[in-house]
């Protein structure tokens, strides 16, 4: 099972499922990142954390802890 924290930079994986509970979840829903959206990973941060990615258009930084919580394909 791989998550958004295992995808390499210049790829584009599309989200299989979202882990995790209550207001994380959540918050990952709202910034766009729902079970089959596509997302293109831009930068990693020198120590993995955040991680630059675009979806749905927009440009965001995601904690290593979130993308752990974020299975893809």
Do not use: C, H, Q
């Not at 207001?23 to 990973?41: A, C, E, N």
């Not at 904690?63 to 299975?71: G, S, Y």
């Amino acid at each position: 099972m791989r998550t958004l924290k295992d995808a390499l930079v210049g790829r584009t994986v599309k989200v299989v499922k979202l882990n995790g509970e209550g207001p994380v979840k959540r918050r990952i829903m709202d910034m766009g990142i729902t079970k089959g959206v596509s997302i293109y990973v831009r930068k990693v941060a020198p120590l993995g954390d955040p991680v630059e990615v675009t979806v749905r258009g927009y440009e965001l930084s995601v904690r290593k802890a979130d993308a752990e919580m974020i299975v893809v394909e």
